[in-house]
């Protein structure tokens, strides 16, 4: 497998997964459903990934695909603790 070309793939398809999760969730004003659709299309490509990397020619896609989710967790985890905390009245 190919690292190098997975942790670019990972990169260019997370960029674009973020991208259209957060203008998702901006443009629904932060919709229940929004987050449930941006927490879904994340599991589909974690399974996506899993199975794709299953096999020996698309090992490096499979990687890829299974980061693109990833490559957004901390900043979002930064913001929503952020959020929740400005709305309980304390800051971070």
Same mark, same amino acid.
């Given at each position: 497998?190919?690292?190098?070309?997975? @942790?670019?793939?990972? /990169?260019?398809?997370?960029?674009?997964?973020?991208?259209?999760?957060?203008?998702?969730?901006? =443009?629904?004003?932060? =919709?229940?459903? =929004?987050?449930? *659709?941006?927490?879904? &299309? &994340?599991?589909?490509?974690? $399974?996506?990934? =899993?199975?794709?990397?299953? @096999?020996?020619?698309?090992?490096?896609?499979?990687?890829? +695909?299974?980061? /693109?989710?990833?490559?957004?967790?901390?900043? $979002?985890?930064?913001?929503? *603790?952020?959020? $929740?905390?400005?709305?309980?009245?304390?800051? +971070?």
């Amino acid at each position: 497998m190919n690292w190098t070309r997975a @942790t670019v793939i990972g /990169a260019f398809a997370g960029g674009t997964f973020w991208a259209v999760a957060l203008y998702t969730l901006l =443009a629904s004003g932060g =919709a229940t459903a =929004a987050w449930t *659709a941006v927490g879904l &299309a &994340a599991v589909a490509l974690l $399974v996506a990934g =899993a199975l794709l990397s299953r @096999t020996t020619s698309g090992s490096s896609w499979g990687v890829g +695909l299974i980061l /693109a989710p990833l490559t957004g967790v901390v900043p $979002v985890a930064v913001f929503v *603790a952020a959020g $929740v905390a400005a709305d309980v009245g304390t800051s +971070l």
